[in-house]
């Protein structure tokens, strides 16, 4: 089997990267795997074969703009190349999905979209006018695709809310890979315990910073928190457009001695294990693999009801579970655990082995080509 992949991770180009790894990984899977990148001239990349059966091509545009058009221009020259196409495959149902959808024409290649998002919840549409548009385009797109792979079963039961005269086609359940080591030693640089011992409580939140998280409701509910339990802290660790401004709110509330900001960290596993409570308060999440991480690690969780909740986590067994946006219920939930009036078993989520998860992401391109 023939594929080619829409992308816009440029980790990709990384030598040592995860994603690099996953790549080489997923190369074994098929003959040819070719992957358009998405990426602006001023980084530099090339085009490059990182092994064998694995080609990468940046699309290099001046702006975003020129990002599909380069992308079919690409594609074109592979055609012109009498390279053979079987399945396009692109990692959302928007803009990447746009381009394989018109790509898939050009080569009479069957069209397999990912879904890594929960798009069809209130809050995306919302947050900006590019997410309503993407809603359309998703909706447009998805039903015209030959298969279609989501990453956990809340995103699956949304798509059922897509009204058209096309039938859906057949959708794959495959939640994101995360390798775990409940063995693992800890790292005592990276005990939370030793290296915040004014807390007697360490509350973990490992995530982007950006507008979906709304870790401006974590500041607030901890604004709550520490008027009980002045001993407790709350630590974020992670990048993003927010976090000046999370810093300002923070010094707004007078939280700076409670709450403590890290930068991003690759591996967290001894944050997990040392943190008595993983936090998540996004507005929306396809999945939430820092909470598959945290539960692996022996951390239990209090988050809203996003991606995963319901699913991986149990309300009242290895986690609590809030309503979206819900301040008073977060607190309430925090408290209880802190005061020792719930407690969760967390433990590590049984998921598919990297087998396991291999089979099945091969199996959900087979899907599309046999449609």
């Known amino acids: ?13 990384e030598q040592g990267s995860a994603v690099r790894a996953r790549l080489l990984e997923y190369g074994q ?4 795997l070719h992957i358009i990148v998405f990426a602006k001239e001023s980084l530099r990349f090339e085009d490059e074969v990182i092994h064998p059966n694995i080609f990468l091509y940046p699309t ?9 058009p380069r992308a079919i221009l690409k594609a074109r020259a592979l055609k012109k190349r009498g390279m053979r196409i079987d399945v396009v495959t692109a990692q959302d149902p928007f803009e990447l999905g746009l381009t394989a959808y ?3 024409r050009i080569f009479g290649a069957k069209l397999h979209l990912q879904v890594h998002t929960d798009f069809m919840s209130p809050y995306f549409a919302k947050e900006s006018l590019v997410n309503y548009a993407r809603v359309v385009l998703a909706k447009f797109l998805l039903p015209r695709a030959d298969a279609i792979r989501v990453v956990s079963l809340r995103i699956k039961n949304s798509l059922a809310g897509i009204q058209g005269t096309r039938k859906m086609p057949p959708i794959e359940v495959l939640p994101i890979f995360v390798p775990t080591d409940a063995t693992a030693e800890v790292s005592s640089a990276h005990d939370l315990k030793k290296k915040y011992p004014q807390f007697e409580k360490h509350i973990l939140m490992a995530s982007r910073l950006t507008p979906e998280k709304n870790i401006n409701l974590a500041i607030e509910v901890m604004a709550e928190i520490v008027i009980k339990y002045p001993k407790t802290g709350l630590i974020i660790v992670g990048e993003g457009s927010e976090k000046k401004a999370l810093m300002a709110k923070t010094r707004n509330y007078n939280l700076q001695n409670h709450i403590i900001f890290e930068d991003w960290q690759r591996n967290l596993f001894s944050y997990y294990k040392t943190a008595d409570l993983f936090f998540l308060t996004s507005n929306y999440e396809g999945y939430g693999m820092a909470v598959v991480e945290a539960l692996s690690a022996g951390c239990p969780v209090v988050m809203t009801d996003v991606g995963c909740a319901g699913e991986i986590v149990r309300h009242n067994e290895n986690g609590l579970i809030a309503p979206v946006g819900n301040h008073g219920a977060l607190v309430r939930m925090v408290s209880h655990y802190i005061s020792g ?4 078993e967390a433990r590590a989520p049984e998921l598919p082995t990297k087998e396991e998860y291999l089979a099945r992401y091969l199996k959900s391109w087979q899907d599309a080509l046999d449609s």
């Open 341 to 344: 009036g719930v407690h969760l």
């Open 60 to 68: 290099n545009t001046k702006t975003r703009l020129g990002y599909i």
């Open 1 to 13: 089997m023939n594929i080619l992949s829409i992308s816009s991770d440029r980790k990709m180009f």
């Open 29 to 32: 899977l098929v003959k040819r």
């Open 102 to 104: 018109l790509i898939a």
